[in-house]
């Protein structure tokens, strides 16, 4: 129903704009309803990421029948999630030019070492061979020594000019990852 009033407004402002451009006069402004492409008022982010991902997942499982609700953990999505936040804004990172690459030495205390070490290792194996890296992860006691390389020297300043967060985010596998692991399917080492 959402969808089909989206559309039916998206039509008549687009009928509006076209009349109004060949008798041409300026085109109307959309009703005050509208806020951020969202009908009626309605924000369309829900004001915290992760709070803003769950919600996408706890959708995508309510609106699949095959769902089995025995294996959902959404905890464990919410587990990565702070993993994710602690890697990203809190772990400590130290980028050395490599032959081919670099080499980056992520490190962090309490909490965010423990994130360091289960996210990255897991991550480096999931984009092995993305773009024709080589990536390699090691554990050392106060966090992960990331060393990403390519053979083809074209791509070494790429990965030097992505650094650590860039490299993190590559590959398509995240949203699959999430689902998979609110769905039971995956493990999530606390």
Do not use: Y
């Not at 009033?5 to 006069?25: D, Y």
């Not at 706890?58 to 609106?63: I, K």
């Not at 936040?85 to 070492?113: F, M």
């Not at 773009?131 to 790429?158: C, E, F, I």
């Amino acid at each position: 129903m959402k969808l089909l009033r989206k559309s039916a407004f998206v039509l008549i402002v687009v009928a509006a704009t076209s009349a109004a451009q060949a008798q041409g006069t300026p085109p109307a402004t959309p009703p005050a309803a509208m806020h951020h492409g969202q009908p009626d008022g309605i924000p369309a982010e829900s004001g915290q990421s992760a709070f803003g991902a769950i919600q996408e997942i706890v959708a995508a499982l309510q609106s699949d029948p095959r769902t089995d609700w025995s294996k959902v953990d959404i905890d464990a999505l919410r587990q990565h999630l702070i993993d994710m936040d602690e890697v990203t804004l809190r772990a400590d990172v130290r980028k050395e030019p490599v032959e081919g690459g670099l080499r980056i030495e992520v490190t962090g205390t309490g909490r965010t070492l423990a994130a360091i070490q289960r996210m990255v290792p897991e991550h480096a194996h999931e984009i092995l061979g993305t773009n024709r890296w080589t990536v390699q992860a090691a554990t050392v006691p106060n966090g992960v020594v990331l060393t990403v390389t390519a053979a083809d020297p074209s791509a070494t300043q790429r990965i030097r000019a992505l650094g650590f967060m860039g490299i993190m985010v590559q590959g398509s596998h995240h949203r699959m990852h999430h689902l998979a692991m609110a769905k039971g399917d995956m493990v999530h080492h606390r």
